[in-house]
């Protein structure tokens, strides 16, 4: 049994999280801004400790002080803006956390392309700055290329550009301090993500769910689990390019998202986030897979290795889908075509209006998460919410 003297310390964090690490032997603490406290986070620990935002220095500094008083054993955060903070804390006390290497990689895209550009893993890409340079290197891109900024989440500020015309706009409207561009080959290809869990240097794909955008859009709408068979689509090759990847930025410990584009010739990377994915992957995981990514990477920081009895025992389903919308639909008749299915979660709020716009991951409304252990009953209800939104008026 791990050792109960053992402490913990999250940066951050959603408070479904909190709820996973019930009857594990360590003691918690958290560093949470006062808006984000919430019950399971109260139900967990009482050590939890203001903080204003998620700037670093503040946070280690908040991390060294506490640490002075009662040391931790790992420091880690779930949560996106968590990262950062949490890696360098654990980095400057000398203490087990989330690696900062590998971190400072994934957070910067263009870091991470550039530590991986003698490798399989490669993609053609350039920081770009200027009109010039972005003109210079559509040029070279049979297929348009894809700008993003070094650090983003929920597809904003990404485009696809196949002409001079978007890219002459986009320079015309942009502010003068804006830093520079990554830009990226335009890679074809069925998207996919990949769930993959780490334990003490053991890397694992949990999951691989078919994504699909929302016509039209570089925004995730769709993913489903398990990812449907396509041809020339090898799954084995899909894992075992994500454990190569993992190993190639040196990965420790914990969940990471990884995210594919893959054609019959090729699997090429989009990107790679050193967290459970959005869109309640890591819940659809835990459902079809029986994986608690939040608990295992807990459970089993110090010692110990997962069980395939207790991860059998928490499967509950086969298939099951994670689906946003574009536009609102009916709650109502939505539950109607899920009615053959579990819906594990309706995120979805009767008074929800469409954006105006729709161009990252905030537009979106929803999730709906649904799961069964029939394959007709599953593919009913994702064609039938297909057909329902095609029904919806348009935005
Ligand atoms: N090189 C590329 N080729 C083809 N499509 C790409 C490429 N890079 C990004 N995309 C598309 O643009 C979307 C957003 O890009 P990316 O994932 O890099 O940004 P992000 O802001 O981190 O998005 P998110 O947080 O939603 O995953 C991707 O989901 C993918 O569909
Ligand atoms: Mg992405």
């Given at each position: 049994?791990?050792?109960?003297?053992?402490?913990?310390l999250f940066i951050g964090g959603?408070?479904?999280?909190?709820?996973?690490?019930?009857?594990?032997?360590?003691?918690?603490t958290c560093l949470q801004?006062?808006?984000?406290?919430?019950?399971?986070?109260?139900?967990?620990?009482?050590?939890?400790h203001?903080i204003?935002?998620f700037?670093t220095?503040?946070i280690v500094?908040q991390s060294?002080?506490?640490?002075?008083?009662?040391?931790?054993?790992?420091i880690l955060s779930f949560t996106?803006d968590g990262l950062l903070p949490s890696a360098v804390a654990a980095?400057?006390?000398?203490?087990?956390g989330i690696?900062?290497?590998?971190?400072?990689?994934?957070?910067?895209?263009?870091?991470?392309?550039?530590?991986?550009?003698?490798?399989?893993?490669?993609?053609?890409?350039?920081?770009?700055?200027?009109?010039?340079?972005?003109?210079?290197?559509?040029?070279?891109?049979?297929?348009?290329?894809?700008?993003?900024?070094?650090?983003?989440?929920?597809?904003?500020?990404?485009?696809?550009?196949?002409?001079?015309?978007?890219?002459?706009?986009?320079?015309?409207?942009?502010?003068?301090?804006?830093?520079?561009?990554?830009?990226?080959?335009?890679?074809?290809?069925?998207?996919?993500?990949?769930?993959?869990?780490?334990?003490?240097?053991?890397?694992?794909?949990?999951?691989?769910?078919?994504?699909?955008?929302?016509?039209?859009?570089?925004?995730?709408?769709?993913?489903?689990?398990?990812?449907?068979?396509?041809?020339?689509?090898?799954?084995?090759?899909?894992?075992?390019?994500?454990?190569?990847?993992?190993?190639?930025?040196?990965?420790?410990?914990?969940?990471?998202?990884?995210?594919?584009?893959?054609?019959?010739?090729?699997?090429?990377?989009?990107?790679?986030?050193?967290?459970?994915?959005?869109?309640?992957?890591?819940?659809?995981?835990?459902?079809?897979?029986?994986?608690?990514?939040?608990?295992?990477?807990?459970?089993?920081?110090?010692?110990?290795?997962?069980?395939?009895?207790?991860?059998?025992?928490?499967?509950?389903?086969?298939?099951?889908?994670?689906?946003?919308?574009?536009?609102?639909?009916?709650?109502?008749?939505?539950?109607?075509?899920?009615?053959?299915?579990?819906?594990?979660?309706?995120?979805?709020?009767?008074?929800?209006?469409?954006?105006?716009?729709?161009?990252?991951?905030?537009?979106?409304?929803?999730?709906?998460?649904?799961?069964?252990?029939?394959?007709?009953?599953?593919?009913?209800?994702?064609?039938?919410?297909?057909?329902?939104?095609?029904?919806?008026?348009?935005?």
């Open positions: 049994m791990a050792n109960p003297s053992k402490h913990v959603h408070d479904e999280t909190f709820q996973h690490y019930d009857g594990l032997p360590f003691r918690f801004r006062p808006q984000s406290v919430g019950p399971n986070l109260q139900g967990l620990t009482s050590a939890i203001p204003e935002d700037d220095d503040r500094a060294c002080a506490l640490h002075a008083q009662d040391p931790f054993d790992f996106e980095d400057t006390l000398g203490v087990p690696d900062l290497h590998a971190c400072g990689l994934c957070i910067d895209k263009s870091l991470m392309r550039t530590h991986l550009q003698h490798t399989r893993f490669a993609l053609p890409h350039q920081e770009c700055s200027t009109l010039s340079d972005a003109l210079a290197f559509l040029a070279s891109c049979p297929d348009g290329a894809i700008f993003k900024p070094f650090r983003g989440a929920g597809s904003e500020g990404v485009f696809h550009a196949k002409e001079r015309a978007t890219l002459e706009q986009h320079f015309a409207e942009r502010a003068a301090n804006a830093g520079a561009l990554l830009a990226e080959a335009y890679i074809g290809g069925r998207m996919f993500s990949v769930e993959t869990l780490t334990i003490r240097g053991q890397h694992e794909v949990v999951a691989i769910t078919a994504v699909e955008l929302e016509p039209g859009t570089l925004v995730p709408i769709q993913h489903l689990l398990p990812a449907p068979e396509y041809d020339g689509v090898d799954q084995a090759a899909i894992s075992e390019f994500c454990i190569g990847l993992l190993d190639e930025i040196g990965y420790k410990h914990g969940p990471c998202h990884i995210e594919l584009k893959v054609s019959a010739d090729r699997i090429a990377l989009i990107e790679i986030n050193n967290r459970v994915g959005g869109d309640l992957l890591g819940h659809l995981a835990h459902l079809t897979k029986g994986v608690n990514m939040y608990r295992e990477t807990i459970e089993f920081l110090f010692e110990g290795l997962p069980s395939p009895a207790y991860r059998a025992s928490q499967k509950k389903f086969e298939f099951g889908a994670s689906r946003s919308f574009r536009q609102m639909v009916s709650v109502d008749a939505l539950k109607t075509v899920l009615a053959n299915v579990h819906v594990d979660k309706m995120l979805l709020d009767e008074n929800a209006q469409a954006a105006p716009h729709f161009r990252s991951t905030d537009d979106r409304l929803g999730p709906v998460v649904f799961a069964t252990n029939s394959g007709v009953a599953f593919n009913d209800a994702v064609d039938a919410i297909k057909r329902l939104v095609a029904q919806a008026p348009a935005v």
